[in-house]
């Protein structure tokens, strides 16, 4: 484990933070998250977060989806520089370069399983049958090959989350996020999830990063870091115990 | 999956209000149907021939034009055929009922109203056997429910008899319009008769339609026509049939004003309804939008996805709506003279597509807030 400094041992940073300012709000409502923070995290790297509730776990990774712009510094992903790219061209970024977990899922109600995880491939040029073949080969992956025609409403939570990782990972993304993937499963679902996730790392080589709050999940993770008052810390022995 | 099924799963997520929502348009385009139907029908002024035009006096209509002045129009060059009538109205049968004989050289007729009437040689040889005899509409002829030979009474408000007894005639036939829209409502009475046993005005007619020949401009055959008779003892005033109708139909009540005032109010309705309803379904679904977004949906097809829904609950309702018009048109019979030709309905769809982009204008907005100002975050 190396829990700190934010700059993760291995290169080039496929994930580079560089002096990030950011606040929520505005006027006297206006609240700092982050001020001048950096991090770099290597290509293949699975790392948790770890931190008090209202830390700015949450902001990070939406500032790494593109989906909150910084009010300073640079952010880039694999060499894209978010902090320069505009709203629908971040929305591009995303299909090809990013998959997203969910603490509640976030599946569509009214749509299958396989449908649920066919939705990101709509944007991109596909048949219909290369879309059907990528669906099934990440249901098969995260074991729900015979659930491809079930609805949500029908499959347990965990189930549901292997739904939304197989839906993260059906576009081939080299990175994935994950806010709280275990937050609303039981112990065993939870194990399955970080499972998929490890070998999601290991095998496909995947860069991870995850929030939880969860000390068995973060120690699937191979680097810890601690985020507190809007900067990174090493991870103290008990969150790791 | 396509784009078109997601924008179907999220139709059908709750059919009643999709349902309902299509029921209204569709009643408000059936609305709509009925009411242009009406008014491209027989009762509006839409089987008027645009280049036909209408002599009367220019001291108003029913004042009595000299008979002559038909030979006099017949002889100008621009002009290809000519018909003066003196109308008759007056009561059939019962004393509720109006009818109406045109006085007319059938044969002068017939030319004037060529392709419009089907005043077939055959039909028109008829009326020679006796004077008093009349060719009658198809519409009054089915209103009235009369057989071809049986005679009926005119009991005139002007042109009366000399003897003072009704006008009396012996139907010969019946004549067809050749479209719909046509007015098949009236008769076709010999003038010579009419004027030999008229008790006044002998020799007056109370108009005359005229064609021009193809390629005359109808409103300076009108001038022309007007100049003629500028400074005779009759001046007469010329216009396009269509015109004449109108003006005819709006001394009733102006039909095209209540037309639109009750169109306009049911599409106000639906507009409301629909644009609402809409909004609350996309507001519902924010989260679900909020999830598009993160997933990389762009903006603009969000929105153009909310806009599709739109447009498929207007196209299906409005279709409907005007399929039905359609059959009432159909079923409604010549009585009615309820007319829906293809620009009617053309003219009507384009109304369907603006009205479902205006409808879908303030969900889509929604859509569009929702994903700049309030995409999904983690929670
Ligand atoms: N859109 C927002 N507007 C205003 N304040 C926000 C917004 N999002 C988050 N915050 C605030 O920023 C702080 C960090 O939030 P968050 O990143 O969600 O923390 P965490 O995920 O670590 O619990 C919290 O105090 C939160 O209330
Ligand atoms: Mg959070």
Redesign the interface.
């Given at each position: 484990m190396t829990p700190f400094p934010p700059s993760l041992p291995g290169s080039p940073g496929f994930i580079r933070l560089d002096g990030v300012s950011k606040s929520h709000g505005r006027g006297a409502g206006r609240v700092a998250i982050f001020s001048n923070l950096s991090l770099e995290i290597p290509r293949g790297d699975f790392v948790a977060i770890m931190g008090p509730s209202g830390s700015g776990k949450?902001t990070l990774?939406?500032i790494l989806?593109g989906?909150?712009p910084v009010d300073a510094g640079r952010v880039a992903i694999d060499g894209c520089d978010l902090s320069a790219m505009g709203?629908?061209a971040r929305?591009?970024?995303?299909?090809t370069t990013?998959g997203?977990i969910?603490?509640?899922y976030?599946l569509?109600?009214?749509?299958t399983a396989?449908?649920n995880v066919?939705?990101?491939l709509?944007?991109r040029p596909l048949s219909?049958r290369e879309?059907r073949e990528r669906v099934a080969t990440v249901l098969d992956l995260v074991g729900l090959g015979g659930w491809a025609r079930h609805h949500p409403r029908e499959m347990s939570g965990g189930q549901r989350q292997r739904v939304g990782i197989a839906?993260a990972i059906v576009t081939d993304p080299a990175l994935l996020l994950c806010?709280?993937p275990t937050g609303d499963l039981d112990r065993r679902s939870a194990g399955e999830a970080l499972d998929i996730l490890g070998r999601l790392n290991r095998e496909l080589g995947k860069t991870i990063v995850m929030?939880t709050h969860d000390p068995a999940a973060a120690r699937s993770a191979r680097h810890v870091l601690h985020l507190d008052k809007g900067a990174f810390s090493p991870a103290g022995p008990e969150v790791l115990s | 999956?396509?784009?078109l099924?997601?924008i179907g799963?999220?139709l059908w997520?709750k059919p009643a209000r999709t349902l309902l929502m299509m029921l209204s348009v569709a009643i408000a385009f059936l609305v709509h149907g009925l009411g242009q139907g009406f008014l491209a029908g027989s009762q509006g002024s839409g089987g008027a021939e645009a280049g036909r035009l209408v002599v009367q006096s220019r001291n108003g209509r029913g004042q009595p034009l000299p008979h002559a002045d038909a030979a006099r129009v017949a002889a100008m060059p621009e002009v290809a055929a000519v018909a003066a009538s003196a109308r008759i109205r007056g009561y059939v049968g019962t004393e509720r009922t109006v009818a109406v004989a045109s006085a007319v050289d059938p044969n002068a007729m017939a030319a004037v109203m060529a392709g419009d009437l089907d005043l077939t040689p055959a039909l028109l040889a008829q009326l020679d056997g006796a004077r008093d005899r009349v060719l009658v509409g198809r519409s009054l002829m089915e209103a009235q429910g009369w057989r071809a030979g049986q005679r009926i009474a005119l009991t005139p408000f002007q042109i009366a008899r000399a003897d003072g007894a009704p006008w009396s005639f012996e139907i010969a036939g019946v004549f067809e319009g050749a479209r719909p829209e046509i007015d098949t409502h009236f008769m076709i009475a010999r003038y010579d008769y009419v004027n030999a046993a008229r008790a006044h005005g002998r020799d007056s007619i109370d108009g005359l339609m005229v064609v021009p020949h193809p390629g005359v401009p109808p409103a300076a055959l009108a001038a022309r026509i007007d100049a003629l008779f500028a400074s005779s003892p009759a001046p007469t005033r010329t216009q396009s049939e269509k015109a004449f109708l109108d003006a005819l139909i709006r001394e009733i009540a102006d039909f095209r004003l209540v037309v639109t005032l009750v169109t306009s109010a049911s599409f106000a309705a639906i507009l409301m309804i629909v644009a609402n309803t809409m909004a609350f379904a996309v507001r519902e679904r924010s989260?679900?939008i909020g999830?598009?977004?993160?997933?990389?949906?762009?903006?603009?097809?969000i929105v153009g996805l909310v806009l599709c829904e739109t447009l498929f609950i207007f196209v299906t309702g409005g279709g409907i709506g005007l399929a039905l018009a359609r059959v009432a048109a159909l079923l409604a019979g010549p009585e009615l003279g309820l007319a829906l030709p293809p620009p009617v309905v053309a003219r009507a769809f384009l109304l369907l597509i603006a009205l479902a982009l205006l409808a879908g204008l303030v969900p889509a907005g929604f859509a569009l807030r929702m994903t700049?100002a309030n995409?999904?975050?983690?929670?």
């Open positions: 949450s990774l939406n989806a989906l909150d709203e629908d929305a591009a970024w995303r299909t990013l997203i969910f603490q509640f976030n569509m109600p009214m749509l396989a449908e066919e939705l990101p709509l944007l219909g879309r839906r806010d709280e929030v | 999956m396509t784009l099924r997601l799963r999220n997520r989260f679900e999830v598009l977004k993160v997933l990389g949906f762009p903006a603009r097809l700049t995409a999904l975050r983690f929670r």
